[in-house]
């Protein structure tokens, strides 16, 4: 890797269209190293969109995604993904420790089963989201809080540089919350790029540095001071915002 | 002694069937488990349909009932049938329970046609076509069991070696995708095995109710576990079994056809477990609720009354 690279995450020129009408426009996009990064947007911006072309999960119409100044393909191994909690099915006959390990899955390649190394991974994992009581529970048996936890501890071993977290905060209480955010300021202190698709606007400023808006186009990108700005956030949310009186 | 004899030979038939009754029963539970979780029961109805003409082609084509010719037509036919349900979804906005009925009952008729043609024609040869319908397994020879073992074997073996690949892909697509697993390959490899698991099981059970083969085994292995290795192995447990009791039942009584039967049995093991599994059955459920219920109400009484008395 490129120590000395300025750009964790490059998008340029990106345009996703699944039907008639683009789901993102034209999108470019610098993510510094070392940043705790939230894109917001309204619903149908494209932001899950915008994760999973940077994941090469969707075909870009056109345009080009670059993480150190590679194409995905090759840093798969120093990006950690955690996906929207609603898109598995929670009543898979399988536990939470075998869940985290499938975070290894990528290390170990073909064929290979985790072993005593990822199962010893896997629960330092659950000790910092505060989830090694629960190792043997089935995962059905969780509230959505743990759920996420369960996802964040997976991601966490997989061991990355770049974070790609599709709301991490939907459907936790206050307490996880708090824990998560707590966990991600701690990934960024130790030099990860977390890049998070976050719905409360209320937050922003407290929990992340950067910030991208998003509406389809790429509203604004940058340090959260200078771009989270209430003429920023009309032009996002198309006037229909009321509750930043003090911007 | 002619009639010692006659025995000998009836339950050496016996034997034979039932073996490749459990072989089957095994495979297809074991399989059915990730077909099952995978939200694709449907599926196996599809590609056991879809079956139907590619063993009629199979024997128009070489003129031969050889169990395995029949059955790589039959295989050949049921993946087609998959290949155009996954691409109607894909390419047009067809929803994909439209998509399986539709090639289901398409590739079902145009299997129909063919066999009433072949049977019109008065081959010799024909008479026998019919238990790919309704399943017969009395006609089961050795080596339809060899058949059915080493298919079968090679889809077991497949389905261990790639164990954690496909557990991945049914529980988190994104993420395996993410991670560089190729999603479509491994959704091949499924469908394949799927595909096998279907066609060994054709002449036995038949087409029109296979895909219950690959279905109730593993719904009712849901119920007694918490884990995937586990249900794979009572899944295949409860095929077998069925497998083994359905033939039985069918081989003594001589108008009743194998395939019903061997549903039914399962029918019976899933009706069982729905109501009697210990965390997720009906039953202790209820129980459980009742008795839940009864301590709170007390517990609520109690707090009242201590309200009052202060």
């Known amino acids: 890797m490129d120590t000395k690279a300025t750009k964790a995450i490059e998008v340029t020129d990106l345009t996703v269209a699944y039907q008639e009408t683009p789901v993102l426009w034209d999108i470019d996009l610098d993510v510094p190293p070392g940043v705790l990064l939230a894109i917001v947007g309204p619903n149908g911006a494209g932001k899950t969109t915008l994760i999973k072309a940077i994941l090469g999960l969707v075909r870009p119409a056109a345009g080009n995604v670059l993480i150190y100044n590679k194409p995905y393909a090759a840093q798969r191994r120093i990006v950690g993904y955690v996906p929207q909690r609603g898109t598995v099915d929670w009543d898979f006959p399988t536990n939470v420790l075998d869940v985290v390990m499938m975070g290894r899955y990528g290390a170990l390649g073909w064929i290979r089963r985790p072993g005593t190394k990822e199962r010893e991974l896997a629960m330092l994992a659950l000790q910092k989201v505060g989830m090694e009581d629960y190792k043997t529970r089935q995962i059905s048996q969780l509230s959505s809080g743990q759920q996420q936890r369960v996802f964040l501890a997976r991601a966490l071993i997989q061991d990355a540089t770049v974070y790609l977290m599709d709301e991490p905060f939907q459907g936790v209480d206050a307490t996880t919350e708090r824990a998560i955010v707590t966990l991600l300021q701690e990934l960024r202190e130790n030099g990860k790029t977390v890049v998070v698709v976050h719905h409360d606007l209320q937050t922003v400023t407290d929990y992340f540095d950067w910030v991208t808006l998003l509406n389809i186009r790429r509203i604004a990108s940058g340090p959260v001071d200078d771009t989270f700005t209430s003429d920023n956030l009309r032009e996002t949310y198309g006037g229909r915002i009321a509750f930043m009186k003090n911007r | ?310």
């Not at chain 2, 194998?258 to 039953?283: D, E, H, K, Q, W």
């Open chain 2, 1 to 310: 002694m002619e009639y010692l004899s006659l025995l000998l030979q009836n339950h050496y038939t016996l034997i034979i069937v039932s073996i490749g009754a459990a072989l089957l029963g095994t495979v297809s539970g074991a399989l059915g488990t990730y077909a099952v979780l995978r939200r694709q029961s449907l599926l196996g109805d599809a590609i056991s349909h879809a079956a139907l003409p590619g063993i009629a082609i199979a024997f128009m084509l070489t003129g031969t009932k050889t169990h395995l010719i029949l059955i790589i037509g039959a295989a050949i036919a049921g993946w087609l049938g998959s290949l155009v349900i996954l691409s109607i979804v894909r390419l047009t906005r067809i929803k994909y329970d439209s998509a399986l009925a539709l090639v289901l009952s398409t590739f079902f008729g145009f299997g129909l046609v063919l066999h009433t043609f072949i049977q019109r024609t008065g081959n010799a040869n024909q008479a026998g076509l019919d238990k790919f319908l309704f399943g017969q397994a009395a006609t089961m020879l050795k080596s339809d069991v060899l058949t059915i073992g080493i298919l079968g074997g090679v889809a077991l073996v497949l389905m261990l070696i790639f164990w954690k690949e496909l557990k991945l892909l049914i529980f988190d697509e994104g993420f395996a995708a993410s991670i560089g697993f190729p999603i479509r390959s491994l959704d091949f490899l499924l469908t394949s095995l799927l595909v096998i698991a279907i066609v060994i099981g054709l002449q036995a059970v038949g087409a029109v109710l296979m895909s219950a083969m690959l279905v109730a085994p593993a719904v009712a292995a849901r119920q007694w576990t918490n884990r995937l290795s586990l249900m794979v192995i009572i899944a295949a447990a409860i095929g077998a079994f069925s497998g083994v009791i359905g033939t039985i039942i069918s081989s003594v009584t001589t108008r009743i056809p194998t395939g019903p039967t061997i549903i039914l049995c399962t029918t019976v093991i899933v009706g069982f477990s729905i109501v009697f599994a210990p965390n997720r059955g009906l039953l202790l459920n209820r129980i459980r609720q009742k008795k839940n219920r009864r301590i709170f109400k007390l517990a609520t009484q109690k707090t009242v009354l201590g309200e009052r008395i202060q």
